[in-house]
């Protein structure tokens, strides 16, 4: 069975608003499918009240956002008091790094590294230094920019409390084995492991009890959402973490991690992100009773060799070119890379390469996207970064040769 690409282009509305552009740059926020926007303008045309109240509209406020947790719960395998909706993955750590942070003494130790976007490396370092914690870093390979699981675990100590990493970099693309990690780490130590999937997620929505972990985040709005993050937390270890609420709050799962409480319309439609993948798993399978999250696991292969078939030629092309660094894996064979896809131009500025791509009618951007340690250790300067093309499964393989041609062109 192939992915149904005609189907999945007919959910993004955007897609025929500028036909000639190529979207090359959804690692930095995904295009909204129909479905979510059609929620959000029922919720604020027909339900934009104080939710939770007993008269009509307000009651449906409610039960709009309660639908989107449930489902959202169900997606990830989770319990929806493990669940937290707030408005940003750099946003959600940073409250975590307080509640988890509350919790260390001088002398503890984490583990963090140098490929992750700053929002999952900046607040642990920021509070370990604040209560006198030692900060070991699980360094990349700075020619490749992949990191080598067995260098990690040689960090692990008695003393190491928690181990912060990503699923996939959005600057290598690869992904890491989460699973595989996390059971090492456990086996090996008493830490806990909370994983950005923040670059991952958007090609796959992991079962969560199957990896493991103790807390997880991503943004929904490179999900094809509303500009909100999903924030998991397991049961055991919130109830070991200081509440972040305000204090007649505590102990609520929906706001101890969410000081601010959640944005109403925007929780409500995350569940148009469901809707999608349903649609998209009915359209492929036909009606059947499997789990929410065994959709999510079905749908995957379909994403991935559709999204193997754009990255592909991209890669080859780069890494047979004299005149540009290509980071990460310059293959798909081993289903671990995503079509997030950054190199450094060798003969021009990366903002001149990106510059002539974007003349071109190639959406795609230069910078360090905001893993500004991962790109000054690769040894290349923050300001200008890298380039970088990311895909996603609404790509078409006329946009790969499109993209290929002009590079071809800019690159001269």
Known sequence: MQLDLEFVRQQFSQLNDNPEIVFASNAGGSLVCNQVNDLMDHYNRH????????????QEA??????????????LNISLSELTMGPSTSMNTYVMAQAIGATWNEGDEIIVTNQDHEANSGSWRRKALEKGVTIKQ?????????????????????????????????IVGTENPVADITKQIKAQSNAKVFVDAVAHAPHHIADLKQLGVDAYTFSLYKVFGPHQS???????????????????NSGHPEYDFNPAGPQHA?????????????????????????????????IHPLIQAHENDLSQPILSYLDNHSQVHLIGKTHIEDNDRAPTIAFKPLKQSSASLAASLQKAGIGTENGNFYAHRLITDLG???DDGVVRISLLHYDRAQDVEKIILELDKALG
């Not at 360094?139 to 008695?158: H, I, M, R």
């Not at 999903?230 to 007649?248: D, G, N, T």
Request: hydrophobic share 40%; with cysteine; proline share 3%.
């Open 380 to 382: 290349f300067d923050a």
């Open 138 to 170: 699980w360094a990349v390979d700075k020619e490749t920019g992949l990191l080598d699981p067995n260098q990690l675990f040689a960090l692990l100590s008695s003393k190491t409390r928690w181990v912060f990493f990503t699923h996939c970099s959005n």
């Open 47 to 58: 339900t934009r009240v104080q939710p939770y109240s007993r008269f009509t509209p307000s």
């Open 230 to 248: 999903i924030l998991y937390v397991s049961q055991i270890v919130h109830a070991e973490l200081k509440s972040q609420a305000h204090y007649f």
């Open 266 to 298: 925007q929780v409500a439609a995350c569940a148009g992100v469901i809707d999608y993948f349903d649609a998209l798993h009915q359209h492929h399978f036909g009606e059947t009773s499997v789990s929410q999250s065994q959709k999510m696991a079905d």
């Open 62 to 75: 409610g039960q709009a956002m309660d639908r989107a947790k449930q489902a959202w719960a169900d997606a």
